[in-house]
């Protein structure tokens, strides 16, 4: 499976972006699909994640302004990104999270947010 991320960019402060990660197969044979995020100089961390069953999982910084959605139909995943701060400025990867455990992961898309 081939996970295809996009729709980063440059934003202002208190601004909004949706990014898309687009599956080349369905999406639905995996445990959850994710989202995580990596600064420069920092680890990589666990932004959100959506199960198969549609429950729906937020680091606490993003808690209340990120949303994690899917549609099954388009093996699409999002993540809407409102109230953007300058912190959440990073590389944003989605990955699949497979049921025997590990994820196959995509590749990444710039977040920018200015002050």
């Known amino acids: 499976v081939q996970l295809q991320a996009s729709g980063g960019g440059l934003v202002q402060a208190g601004g909004s972006l949706r990014l898309s990660c687009a599956a080349s197969?369905?999406?639905?044979?995996?445990?959850?699909m994710r989202w995580f995020r990596q600064a420069p100089g920092k680890q990589r961390e666990f932004v959100a994640d959506?199960?198969?069953?549609?429950?729906?999982h937020y680091a606490d910084s993003v808690k209340g302004r990120f949303t994690i959605s899917r549609d099954s139909s388009k093996n699409t995943v999002y993540l809407q990104m409102n109230t953007l701060k300058p912190e959440d400025t990073a590389v944003y990867y989605c990955?699949?999270?497979?049921?025997?455990?590990?994820?196959?992961w995509g590749q990444g898309t710039q977040v920018t947010v200015s002050s």
């Open positions: 990955a699949a999270l497979l049921v025997r455990g590990g994820h196959y």
């Open positions: 197969g369905s999406i639905l044979e995996f445990a959850a």
């Open positions: 959506i199960t198969s069953g549609d429950i729906a």
